[in-house]
C-alpha cells in the first residue's frame, strides 16, 4: 500500500492570507503528481500534473512545486479568496500508473 | 476541460437491492475509466480499472461478484453494487483518462451518494 500523505488536514485562513500545503509521496518508482481541487457536490478539478524533479507550475494564484528525490510536493495559494475555499487533493502515480491519492486538505476562507 | 457525468448523483435504497451507477465521458472517448469509492474522512481508495471491451482489474479487498462493472463502450461504465448492505453506505466517484499518453489527463465525475438503509 502505497502511503500518500497530505498536511494539515483543514486549513482556516483569512480573506488575502497566502497559504501552503504538503503532499508526501514514495521517493521511487515515481511517474506524477496530480493536483486537485474538489468543492462539495462537484467533480474534482485537476490543478497541475507534476512529473519532472524541481517542476514549479503556476495557475493564477496558486502555484506547485515538486521534489521527487525526497518526496514531496507543496501547493501555495497567493492572496486567498473566499472561493478558494475547497478541498486540494494529491495523488501519486507509481509504476503502475494509477493514482493513489491522499486524504485531502480542507481550506476554509474566511471573508 | 473535459466532461465526465455519473448518475444518479444521489441513491437511497433498502438493504438487500442492487444499485446501479453509470460513468459517462461526454466529449472524449475513454478507453480506461476508474471506480473510487471513499468512506468519511478517508482518502479517495481505488475500486476496480474498468478497460473497454475487457474485464476489470479490481483492487485487493474488493469483491468483484459485488461491485460488478461492465466497460460496454468508450464512453460508459457502469458500476452495479449487488445486494447492498448499510456498510455499502459510501461516495462513490469515477474517473476517465483521455489516453493520450504523456498528456494523458484523468477526468472525475461529480460522485455518487449511495445510502443504503
Known amino acids: 500500500i502505497l502511503n500518500v500523505e497530505q498536511s494539515p488536514q483543514s486549513l482556516h485562513v483569512q480573506e488575502g492570507d497566502s497559504t501552503n500545503f504538503t503532499c508526501s509521496f514514495p521517493s521511487s518508482n515515481f511517474y506524477a503528481l496530480h493536483w486537485y481541487r474538489w468543492e462539495t457536490a462537484k467533480s474534482p478539478e485537476a490543478l497541475f500534473v507534476m512529473t519532472l524533479n524541481g517542476d514549479e507550475k503556476k495557475k493564477g494564484r496558486i502555484s506547485a512545486t515538486l521534489n521527487t528525490k525526497e518526496g514531496y510536493s507543496y501547493l501555495y495559494i497567493k492572496g486567498s479568496q473566499p472561493e478558494d475555499s475547497a478541498t486540494y487533493l494529491c495523488a501519486f502515480e507509481g509504476g503502475s500508473y494509477i493514482p493513489t491519492f491522499g486524504r485531502g486538505t480542507s481550506l476554509i476562507v474566511h471573508p | ?50 478497460n473497454e471491451g475487457s474485464k476489470a482489474t479490481y483492487e485487493q479487498g474488493v469483491e468483484k461478484d459485488k ?41 472525475f465525475g461529480p460522485g455518487t451518494r449511495l445510502t443504503v438503509l
Open chain 2, 1 to 50: 476541460g473535459a466532461v465526465v457525468s455519473q448518475h444518479p448523483s444521489r441513491v437511497i435504497c433498502k438493504s438487500g437491492t442492487s444499485v446501479k451507477i453509470e460513468c459517462r465521458s461526454l466529449d472524449f472517448q475513454a478507453t480506461t475509466m476508474f471506480w473510487y469509492r471513499q468512506f468519511p474522512k478517508q482518502s479517495l481508495m481505488l475500486m476496480a480499472t474498468s
Open chain 2, 67 to 107: 461491485f460488478l462493472i461492465n466497460h460496454a463502450s468508450l464512453t460508459l461504465s457502469t458500476l452495479t453494487v449487488t445486494s447492498a448492505h448499510p456498510e455499502d453506505s459510501s461516495f462513490y466517484i469515477c474517473s476517465a483518462n483521455t489516453g493520450q499518453g504523456s498528456n494523458d489527463e484523468q477526468f
